[in-house]
């Protein structure tokens, strides 16, 4: 199985940057996409940005601009530097990773445990 960690969330004030990393871990053939989804209190979980294994990357609008994701894959880890961040940014920050486990099994998702990042106004 494979298990991603985040970290860097926190509290940051309107205009401010954060950098969030995941690290993924375990037995794994390879990794495909990897992203990062975010959850506000009374949203639904939405993709904020996601990068291919070559490196294409693909943003939600709100972000485009503002926001990037890189990875370091034979660190098998995603990043998400963000930066003018606004209050409506603030939300929990989930990491995933697109991972082929063995020749014989689909690829499967996998998810961080979450990340708070606050921005206030």
């Known amino acids: 199985q494979v298990q991603l960690v985040e970290s860097g969330g926190g509290l940051v004030q309107a205009g401010g940057s954060l950098r969030l990393s995941c690290a993924a871990s375990?037995?794994?053939?390879?990794?495909?996409?990897m992203g990062w989804y975010r959850q506000g209190p009374r949203n639904q979980r939405e993709l904020v940005a996601e990068?291919?294994?070559?490196?294409?990357?693909n943003y939600t609008d709100s972000v485009k601009g503002r926001f990037a994701i890189s990875r370091d894959n034979p660190k098998n880890t995603v990043y998400l530097q963000m930066n003018s961040l606004k209050p409506e940014d603030t939300a929990v920050y989930y990491c995933?990773?697109?991972?082929?486990?063995?020749?014989?099994?689909?690829?499967?998702?996998?998810w961080g445990q979450g990340t708070q990042v606050t921005v206030s106004s």
């Open positions: 995933n990773a697109d991972a082929k486990i063995s020749w014989w099994t689909p690829v499967i998702r996998s």
């Open positions: 375990g037995s794994m053939l390879r990794i495909n996409n």
């Open positions: 990068i291919t294994s070559g490196g294409s990357t």
